[in-house]
T-cell receptor, first 113, second 116 residues
Framework: QKEVEQNSGPLSVPEGAIASLNCTYS??????FFWYRQYSGKSPELIMF????GDKEDGRFTAQLNKASQYVSLLIRDSQPSDSATYLC?????????????FGKGTLLTVNP | EAEVAQSPRYKITEKSQAVAFWCDPI?????LYWYRQILGQGPELLVQ????????DSQLPKDRFSAERLKGVDSTLKIQPAELGDSAMYLC??????????????FGAGTRLSVL
């Protein structure tokens, strides 16, 4: 059973701080990694993806991947109240000729004004 | 901007009734996914289509759930009969093709099902 683990939170940070969200995965054959943001009652929205070890930056967001440690993280700099949402980590692994996306349970982030 | 279309947005039904959800993927996307998301959990894949063919339905409760994508474009997910435990958000997603690890899935707005 391929698993993706996240702290459910809630993670609470003050406005302007750095929020750090973490995710571990069990399948060493995992190929690619995604972070989705989900506001309450809404559908998941892709915010970052990363395929190679190291850091990838996009605006206030940085994704970090360490395949040896089977660990992926998302940093949000200068956190805003509008960043308050559940952040889902998703990992894509090979299942034969098909790639399957497995989601964690999500971490609830609250940014306090 | 192209979007995945889903309807209805909300559905309330009684136990043992039949319900159906519809999804129209982003134009040109060959792969279509149906997920179920229970409150407080991540989405769980129910069924995946490549064009009109099912490539993964291992988590679909086939005694009551069915899915089809007859012409390889839009898709319908049906539940008959609905049970209380089926209350959840049903999400449709699409991507260009499944056989690519860098393939990105885009989600529709979802259908919130409540079974009374």
């Amino acid at each position: 059973q391929k698993e993706v683990e996240q702290n459910s939170g809630p993670l609470s940070v003050p406005e302007g701080a750095i929020a750090s969200l973490n995710c571990t995965y069990s399948d060493r054959g995992s190929q690619s990694f995604f972070w989705y943001r989900q506001y309450s009652g809404k559908s998941p929205e892709l915010i970052m993806f990363i395929y190679s070890n190291g850091d990838k930056e996009d605006g206030r967001f940085t994704a970090q991947l360490n395949k040896a440690s089977q660990y992926v993280s998302l940093l949000i700099r200068d956190s805003q109240p509008s960043d308050s949402a559940t952040y889902l980590c998703a990992v894509k692994s090979s299942g034969g000729s098909n790639y399957k996306l497995t989601f964690g349970k999500g971490t609830l982030l609250t940014v306090n004004p | 901007e192209a979007e995945v279309a889903q309807s209805p947005r909300y559905k309330i039904t009684e136990k043992s009734q039949a319900v159906a959800f519809w999804c129209d993927p982003i134009s040109g996307h060959a792969t279509l996914y149906w997920y179920r998301q229970i409150l407080g959990q991540g989405p769980e894949l129910l069924v995946q289509f490549q064009d009109e063919s099912v490539v993964d339905d291992s988590q679909l409760p086939k005694d009551r759930f069915s899915a089809e994508r007859l012409k390889g474009v839009d898709s319908t997910l049906k539940i008959q009969p609905a049970e209380l435990g089926d209350s959840a958000m049903y999400l449709c997603a699409s991507s260009l093709r499944a056989g690519d690890s860098k393939n990105i899935q885009y989600f529709g707005a979802g259908t919130r099902l409540s079974v009374l």
